[in-house]
C-alpha cells in the first residue's frame, strides 16, 4: 500500500529507511540525518510502500521513492525497495506513482541519475520510457561509478511555430 510520507511518523520512517539504506546503497548510503534533511527540503515529495500486514501505528516500510519538482522538471531523488520485497512490483509501483504525480504537476520531463552497474533499475527504467541522456562520470562516491542521465518526457514544449488550425 502506497502512503504519502508525512502521514508516519518521520522519526519511525526516518529509522527504517536509514537501516534499509546500506542495504541498498552501500556507501552511497545517506545517512539518518541526510535523510531527515531531505524529507524536509522544499519541494519534495515522498512516499512509502507500506507492508499491509502490519499492525496500524507500526507500519513497516517495504520500499520508498521520492522526488523533487522545480516547477519544470521532476527530478527522481530515490527509489528503493527492501531486499527481500524485490522483484514483487513495488519499485513499478512507486515509480507508477512518481510518474502519476509528474504528470499531475504538469512536469515536462522526468529526470533521475542510476549507477550504470545497477541492471534491476536501469531494466525498470527503460521499460517505462526512460531513455539515456547523458553519463556523469563518477557520479556515485566514494566508489567512483559511472552514472547514466535518463530522461521520461511527459509534456515537452514545442520548439518553432505551431500550426493554427482555421
Known amino acids: 500500500m502506497i502512503v504519502n510520507l508525512t502521514t508516519l511518523d518521520q522519526d519511525q520512517a526516518i529509522e527504517q529507511i536509514s537501516q534499509l539504506e546500506p542495504q541498498l546503497f552501500g556507501t552511497s548510503a545517506w545517512s539518518p540525518n541526510a535523510i531527515r534533511q531531505e524529507l524536509n527540503a522544499p519541494a519534495r515529495t515522498y512516499w512509502a510502500d507500506i507492508d499491509p500486514t502490519t499492525t496500524p501505528g507500526n ?6 521513492a521520492g522526488i523533487w519538482f522545480d516547477g519544470y522538471d521532476t527530478q527522481i531523488m530515490t527509489i528503493g525497495v527492501a531486499p527481500q520485497h524485490q522483484h514483487h512490483g513495488i519499485g513499478q509501483t512507486l ?8 504528470t499531475a504537476d504538469h512536469a515536462e520531463r522526468i529526470l533521475l541519475e542510476v549507477r550504470v552497474d545497477n ?24 566508489e567512483g561509478i559511472d552514472a ?5 518526457p511527459l509534456n515537452p514544449h ?9
Not at 59 to 64: K, L, Q, T
Not at 95 to 102: F, H, R, T
Open 59 to 64: 507500519p513497516v516500510i517495504r520500499g520508498y
Open 95 to 102: 515509480l507508477q506513482q512518481i510518474i502519476d504525480q509528474a
Open 119 to 142: 541492471t534491476p533499475a536501469l531494466t525498470l527504467y527503460t521499460k517505462n520510457g526512460f531513455t539515456r541522456i547523458g553519463l556523469r562520470k563518477r557520479y556515485y562516491q566514494p
Open 148 to 152: 547514466y542521465t535518463m530522461a521520461l
Open 158 to 166: 514545442t520548439i518553432g511555430f505551431q500550426p493554427t488550425h482555421a
